[in-house]
T-cell receptor, first 111, second 110 residues
């Protein structure tokens, strides 16, 4: 099983780009990488998903190097409302057993 | 948009009580999950279900059971609540690798 490791917390300022890295050294061939955002008193919400290289959507980018042993969530020009806990999830599309959650990174955005 | 609804946001129960946590999803997803979330421990899988009446243990099933009589509904049962089951409980349904979560139930067992 791919164990995931994330920083416990990070600080940044409004308008900055924030990069959060997740390590998953034992990622399997069939595993995808997904990132979620969680606000207090809410369930996690899907942000972005990828398998390799780079994926971009309207809220974030996900960078995955060729060896896939890590991934980096990039949030452009953050605002105060991006203060949340961010989780990476590594798992197989076809298996419920193999969904491995990181412990989460608490991101605090300052004015 | 997918909606996953958990019946209670907050519950306070006494040790030894039987507790039911209900979850309903509206997207006809086959896979549903129950997680508990504790500070510093992230999300830990209790049980999941891949079809009606089908269930599988997750990483921490002890002290819990589940029921899935209809596709849209997945219930978590604490047969005899204990103080160490005080936690945030999150229900989710799955579409490929995209999980859709409810707002959670904060359960306090006194």
């Amino acid at each position: 099983l791919a164990k995931t490791t994330q920083p416990i917390s990070m600080d940044s300022y409004e308008g900055q780009e924030v990069n959060i890295t997740c390590s998953h050294n034992n990622i399997a061939t069939n595993d995808y990488i997904t990132w979620y955002q969680q606000f207090p008193s809410q369930g996690p919400r899907f942000i972005i998903q990828g398998y390799k290289t780079k994926v971009t959507n309207e809220v974030a980018s996900l960078f995955i190097p060729a060896d896939r042993k890590s991934s980096t969530l990039s949030l452009p020009r953050v605002s105060l409302s991006d203060t949340a806990v961010y989780y990476c999830l590594v798992g197989d599309m076809d298996s419920n057993y193999q969904l491995i959650w990181g412990a989460g990174t608490k991101l605090i955005i300052k004015p | 948009d997918v909606k996953v609804t958990q019946s209670s946001r907050y519950l306070v129960k006494r040790t030894g009580e039987k507790v039911f946590l209900e979850c309903v999803q509206d997207m006809d997803h086959e896979n549903m999950f129950w997680y508990r979330q504790d500070p510093g421990l992230g999300l830990r899988l209790i049980y999941f279900s891949y079809d009606v009446k089908m269930k599988e243990k997750g990483d921490i099933p002890e002290g819990y059971s589940v029921s899935r009589e209809k596709k849209e509904r997945f219930s978590l049962i604490l047969e005899s609540a204990s103080t160490n089951q005080t936690s945030m409980y999150l229900c989710a349904s799955r579409q490929t690798l995209k999980l859709f979560f409810g707002s959670g139930t904060q359960l306090s067992v006194l």
